[in-house]
Antibody
Framework: EVQLVESGGGLVKPGGSLRLSCAAS????????MNWVRQAPGKGLEWVGR??????????DYTAPVKGRFTISRDDSKNTLYLQMNSLQTEDTAVYYC??????WGQGTLVTVSS | DIQMTQSPSSLSASVGDRVTITCRAS??????LNWYQQKPGKAPKLLIS???ILQSGVPSRFSGRGSGTDFSLSISSLQPEDFATYYC?????????FGQGTKLEI
């Protein structure tokens, strides 16, 4: 059974930084294209970005609102996905989910950006 | 970016009804269209991938069809556990984009 467990969420002031982690098990993590998806309170789903497997180049793609502020990385030796979030804005307040491919989702971690 | 437009945004129905939700892409996404179900406080669940491939464990009352720009998700006989919000998602190109969601209510 695939398990994705996010951590690292919390309350941060505007302009601050936070790093989310997603620990994966039950899948061949090194082969997986991993995504971050977020959902603002009461709103719909928004894709944040993804990182390809290293064998497929390991490259990253992002949605426009986070480009230059967020960085996705992976540590295949630890089966862990990361989301480094800098220059956080109130509009970044959301539950952040990690997702393996299209099917496997974590339970989400809440990030609140507020003064 | 490819815009995904779902309709309706909300839908009232009863147990046993057949319902259809549509999703239109602003340009062709071939068959790279996924459908998700989300219940309050939970992560989304993949129901259908590649427009029409029912995921393992998903009841056969769910079905998907379409290609190019027009897609639909149908539920043949609503069950109480089907009342949720449904999202389409195109994975044809980045940025991946979702529809705004359809809330299915009793």
């Amino acid at each position: 059974e695939v398990q994705l467990v996010e951590s690292g969420g919390g309350l941060v002031k505007p302009g601050g930084s936070l790093r989310l982690s997603c620990a994966a098990s039950g899948l061949t993590f090194s082969n997986a294209w991993m995504n971050w998806v977020r959902q603002a309170p009461g709103k719909g789903l928004e894709w944040v970005g993804r990182i390809k497997s290293k064998t497929d180049g390991g490259t990253t793609d992002y949605t426009a609102p986070v480009k230059g502020r967020f960085t996705i990385s992976r540590d295949d030796s630890k089966n862990t996905l990361y989301l480094q979030m800098n220059s956080l804005q109130t509009e970044d307040t959301a539950v952040y989910y990690c997702r393996g491919g299209s099917k496997d989702w974590g339970q989400g971690t809440l990030v609140t950006v507020s003064s | 970016d490819i815009q995904m437009t779902q309709s309706p945004s909300s839908l009232s129905a009863s147990v046993g009804d057949r319902v259809t939700i549509t999703c239109r892409a602003s340009q062709s996404v071939s068959e790279f269209l996924n459908w998700y179900q989300q219940k309050p406080g939970k992560a989304p669940k993949l129901l259908i991938s590649r427009a029409s491939i029912l995921q393992s464990g998903v009841p056969s009352r769910f079905s998907g069809r379409g290609s190019g720009t027009d897609f639909s998700l149908s539920i043949s006989s609503l069950q109480p556990e089907d009342f949720a919000t449904y999202y389409c998602e195109q994975s044809y190109t980045v940025p991946v984009t979702f529809g705004q969601g359809t809330k299915l209510e009793i």
